[in-house]
């Protein structure tokens, strides 16, 4: 696992930024034909897939540093170095819908509508980047000795467990077996091995690629196909189709931002979920009426 894929010069090719980069344009192609299919003008997606893009962008970036403002305060400078990390699934998904209801306005177009064309592009754009932060070892899992029931706790003191484990005997160390053989050693350089040195880890981010994709082909292949559906169909499906996978990945990650004592992914998606469902019914009845 290496970030860098290669390096002409002093300018280098990292995957991170390659996976996005080939996910935005094979997302456009997909939301493109999927426009085709229902007479819808093509060029409007182009434009659209711009502006979503760089309001995820910002949203991804303002959730992260909002959730970690105590830090950005003291390192106003850093709020700009994205290229040190920090950026949230959740704030992107929120800034994109904010760009894409500020380009509907304009454009006098159905923002539901929009987010229909996003939802399955969007979903296998999250996949492959996912790739890019299993070479940049990050988004990394807890150990895989981890008990269950750590891992599975609605609260989350995984690193309470920790240092009481680190702290132990030898003879209490070796009780704690693998519980899976599937776990990754990361290179001290990235963010996995500097923490967790040299330790076998739930490799999360391939748990989020595989389902992502799942998620993806699940949308394109199956929910695309359904007749009569409202504006909004695919769009609400995604954000509960992702909600739920998140909710399960982040019982993996070592690492999450918290609202309170809770995981904030788990908070946000539960709240997601539920507007989703919501909205599903409220566009089921406009439709019939």
Do not use: C
Request: glycine share 10%; aromatic share 18%.
């Amino acid at each position: 696992m290496h970030p860098v894929l290669f390096s002409i010069g002093g300018i280098q090719i990292r995957f991170y930024g390659l996976m996005y980069a080939i996910s935005f344009f094979i997302g456009i192609e997909i939301a493109k034909y999927m426009a085709k299919e229902r007479n819808y003008d093509p060029k409007i997606i182009e434009n659209y897939a711009f502006v979503a893009l760089l309001s995820g962008l910002i949203g991804g970036r303002l959730y992260y540093v909002i959730f970690n403002l105590k830090y950005y305060l003291a390192n106003p400078l850093e709020i700009l170095a994205t290229w040190h990390g920090g950026m949230a699934i959740h704030g992107g998904i929120i800034g994109g819908i904010i760009g894409t209801f500020i380009y509907a306005y304009f454009k006098k177009l159905n923002p539901l509508t929009l987010g229909d064309y996003a939802a399955a592009p969007l979903l296998l754009g999250q996949a492959l980047g996912r790739f890019g932060n299993f070479m940049n070892g990050e988004i990394h899992g807890v150990p895989v000795f981890t008990p269950w029931n750590i891992i599975f706790s609605l609260k989350p003191h995984f690193y309470e467990w920790y240092n009481t484990y680190i702290n132990s005997d030898i003879l209490t160390q070796i009780n704690y077996k693998n519980l899976v053989p599937w776990g990754i050693v990361f290179p001290n350089t990235s963010p996995a091995g500097y923490e967790f040195p040299g330790i076998p880890l739930h490799p999360a981010m391939l748990y989020e690629l595989i389902l992502n994709f799942l998620g993806f082909l699940f949308i394109f292949f199956v929910l695309r196909k359904k007749k009569n559906k409202a504006p909004g169909y695919l769009w609400w499906n995604y954000i509960i189709i992702y909600s739920v996978i998140r909710i399960f990945v982040s019982f993996f990650r070592a690492e999450d931002l918290m609202i309170g004592g809770l995981r904030a992914p788990h908070v946000v998606s539960i709240a997601m979920i539920i507007f989703s469902i919501i909205m599903i019914q409220i566009g089921k009845s406009h439709n019939k009426g």
